[in-house]
Nanobody, 115 residues
């Protein structure tokens, strides 16, 4: 049984920062690359950032230089530090393994960037 629980979403002004966290239970964490995804209103879910088991990272062009993904293998969590937030970052953010597994989607955490 795998469970991913996201937290940290909030309402923030443009230019602000947030840190999202994802706690993983079950046997998923140590074996897979993990990723953050997001789904904006009226849009398809998209990949935001990936981190391998060894710590290598990759980012969508839209967040490169602003977002930082990290993981703690001992504690089974993955985080997303988001800086210089923009209106277009408004979305529900999800964590999942990479590639995503349909059975692992959680409830997500909502980020709203608005003045």
């Amino acid at each position: 049984q795998v469970q991913l629980v996201e937290s940290g979403g909030d309402l923030v002004q443009p230019g602000g920062s947030l840190r999202l966290s994802c706690a993983a239970s079950g046997s998923i964490f140590s074996r897979y690359a993990m990723a953050w995804y997001r789904q904006a209103p009226g849009k398809q879910r998209e990949l935001v950032a990936v981190i391998t088991t060894g710590g290598s990272t990759n980012y969508a062009d839209s967040v490169k230089g602003r977002f930082t993904i990290s993981r703690d293998n001992a504690k089974s969590w993955v985080s997303l530090q988001m800086n210089s937030l923009k209106h277009e970052d408004t979305a529900v953010y999800y964590c999942n393994r990479f590639p995503a597994h349909s059975a692992y989607w959680g409830q997500g955490t909502r980020v709203t960037v608005s003045s």
